[in-house]
């Protein structure tokens, strides 16, 4: 079975077409077994190339299994395997991963999926 879109699809798409060149900093979480309270830790920052856009009222966050809506939504490689509370930088202002879903490159229900790509919403850092 052909898939109809592959991680290498979708990687030349970024690197060839759409992608920018931008700041990622990858955040780690820890949590106090005495308080409970969580601890944010940011990494050190790397340049990854992802497509960002700006969010409005006519995007349809249940289609992409939204939950939360965003100030932006990010489509970013496998390969670089962003997470949850990780920070983009974009156009000096930084935004917080919130809610991440790998995407197959094909829906079906019969064979193992491949993934080709995360699409994350992003929350501005105030």
Do not use: H
Not at 28 to 48: F, R, W
Request: hydrophobic letters at 35%; aromatic letters at 12%; one cysteine or more.
């Amino acid at each position: 079975m052909n898939t109809i879109l592959s991680v290498t699809d979708f990687d030349q798409i970024l690197d060839d077409y759409a992608g920018r060149t931008l700041a990622y900093t990858p955040v780690t979480q820890s949590v106090s077994n005495i308080t409970g309270e969580e601890t944010l830790t940011d990494g050190t920052p790397k340049n990854i190339k992802c497509y960002v856009m700006k969010t409005g009222q006519n995007f349809n966050y249940k289609e992409f299994g939204f939950v939360e809506q965003g100030d932006m939504v990010g489509l970013f490689k496998i390969s670089d395997a962003v997470t949850k509370n990780s920070k983009i930088t974009v156009n000096s202002e930084t935004f917080r991963i919130k809610e991440k879903f790998d995407v197959p490159g094909v829906f079906t229900s019969t064979t193992t999926a491949t993934y080709v790509y995360s699409v994350c919403s992003l929350f501005l850092v105030s």
